[in-house]
């Protein structure tokens, strides 16, 4: 199936300070990916729809001024956590829909601790 | 009531059982379905896809959909210890790029 590249796969940082998290799909073109946020023993919650060329589109209760998010190519959107407090740590991972739209593959995902 | 409801488990069984994962659902437009395998602190790994109602096979795996009743499954043959994880069921409403919407996950433990 198609493989979608997330980095880093776990990142520490200081409260206030900014994270940056890549979501790459390696071998395909993603117009539309999506980033997710996952607490211990909970499903996946969706933040955001990241549209190549286009602004994001944030679900409900979702700060876009404090999730960031940039899609400037086919291949690559990021995700910026900026001002990052403890709060903000959990484990976020991204996904895309393949070669037909049908089927989401996921990156390995991103353990981001907020000391 | 939930859109995708999912039993939280753990489900426990030993080395060699057949698992039965099973998730409902209230929408009747969701016409995607799929079964994710999560390791801990891994993302999501596609394991089985299907569209409308039907059985799709794939080795060990054996995904049903039953759409008038609202709810999927997921069977596990020959169940091994790796098979330990989380599994998600998620659907999705059209083949365009709408989002999908997860079940809660089932921890399944599988003891040697």
């Known amino acids: 199936g198609a493989v979608v590249s997330q980095h880093p796969s776990r990142v520490i940082c200081k409260s206030g300070t900014s994270v940056k998290i890549e979501c790459r799909s390696l071998?395909?073109?993603?117009?539309?990916m999506f980033w997710y946020r996952q607490f211990p023993k909970q499903s996946l919650m969706l933040m955001a729809t990241?549209?190549?060329?286009?602004?994001?589109?944030?679900e409900q209760g979702v700060e876009k001024d404090k999730f960031l998010i940039n899609h400037a190519s086919l291949t690559l959107s990021t995700l910026t956590v900026t001002s990052a407090h403890p709060e903000d740590s959990s484990f976020y991972i991204c996904?895309?829909?393949?070669?037909?739209?049908?089927?989401?593959?996921f990156g390995q995902g991103t353990r981001l601790t907020v000391v | 009531q939930k859109e995708v409801e999912q039993d939280p488990g753990p489900l426990s069984v030993p080395e060699g059982a057949i698992v039965s994962l099973n998730c409902t659902y209230s929408?009747?437009?969701?016409?995607?379905f799929m079964w994710y395998r999560q390791y801990s602190r891994k993302g999501p790994e596609l394991l089985m896809y299907?569209?409308?109602?039907g059985n799709k096979e794939d080795g060990r795996f054996t995904a049903q959909v039953d759409k008038s009743s609202k709810y999927i499954s997921l069977f596990i043959r020959d169940s091994q210890p790796s098979d330990s994880a989380t599994y998600l069921c998620?659907?999705?409403?059209?083949?365009?790029?709408?989002?999908?919407?997860f079940g809660k996950g089932t921890m399944l433990l599988v003891s040697p």
């Open positions: 996904s895309a829909y393949g070669f037909q739209n049908t089927e989401a593959f």
């Open positions: 990241s549209n190549e060329g286009s602004k994001a589109t944030y």
């Open positions: 998620a659907m999705r409403y059209d083949s365009g790029y709408s989002t999908l919407t």
């Open positions: 299907t569209y409308s109602s």
């Open positions: 071998d395909f073109q993603a117009t539309t």
């Open positions: 929408n009747s437009a969701f016409q995607y």
